[in-house]
């Protein structure tokens, strides 16, 4: 069983849903990360968390330490946000990075 | 700005052929890493470094070797031991605070000729 664990692999979407990934993790961790990876392969971070929710723009993160999971929503889609999502964690026993397989996310006009 | 700068963009390799890619930050960062990626695969660990002169594999280390003699600068080589050399290769690096964001470079295109 993967260490980090993403769900949907794939997802289609019209523009203006609401969308969610997931992201599941088995081991400890001092933060987890969400990026973002264009058609390009250029990635970019969105956002680091360790506790907490965070928000920048129509993009929200949250985390819940006792879970083990991790989500990231997109409020009004649009088909910009059209790019494979990554969820990436910090192993705390050695500061290790493990990632997930990444979610592909397609936005319709 | 500060940032990763990796190069270059693309690149060729002969068969036989050593070939270096070039990572650079000045954004201060301890950890640096190099990954690859195949196409509609994720992201593979091949080695990372957390501080100077010092460096550890990754999980597909085989055929690569790097250095890090300079803080700024984590250069990768991809030798002729590795026979499938052709993927996309990115850089990152972090701070040595766990609450530090994670840079990418914006890759390099390895393919062989």
């Known amino acids: 069983k993967n260490e980090v664990e993403q769900s949907p692999q794939n997802l289609t979407a019209q523009e203006g849903e609401f969308i969610t990934i997931n992201c599941s993790y088995s081991?400890?961790?001092?933060?987890l990360h969400w990026l973002q990876q264009h058609p390009g392969g250029g990635i970019v971070s969105l956002f680091m968390l360790s506790s907490g929710k965070k928000k920048h723009g129509r993009l929200i993160a949250t985390i819940n330490i006792q879970e083990k999971h991790s989500s990231l929503h997109i409020t009004a889609s649009h088909p910009r946000d059209s790019a494979v999502y990554i969820c990436a964690v910090l192993r705390d026993s050695n500061y290790q990075l493990i990632w997930g397989a990444g979610t592909k996310l397609i936005i319709k006009p | 700005d500060g940032g990763i700068t990796q190069s270059p963009k693309y690149l060729f390799r002969k068969e036989g052929q050593n070939v270096t890619l070039s990572c650079e930050q000045n954004l201060n960062h301890d950890a640096m890493y190099w990954y690859r990626q195949d196409p509609g695969q994720g992201l593979r660990l091949i080695y990372y470094s957390q501080i100077v002169n010092d460096f550890q594999k990754g999980d597909i280390a085989e055929g690569y070797s790097v250095s890090r003699e300079k803080k700024e600068s984590f250069p990768l080589t991809v030798t002729s031991a590795q026979k499938n050399p052709t993927a996309f290769y990115l850089c990152?690096?972090?701070?040595?605070?766990?609450?530090?964001?994670?840079?990418f470079g914006s890759g390099t295109q390895l393919s062989v000729l």
């Open positions: 990152a690096s972090r701070g040595y605070s766990t609450n530090e964001k994670l840079f």
């Open positions: 081991v400890g961790i001092s933060a």
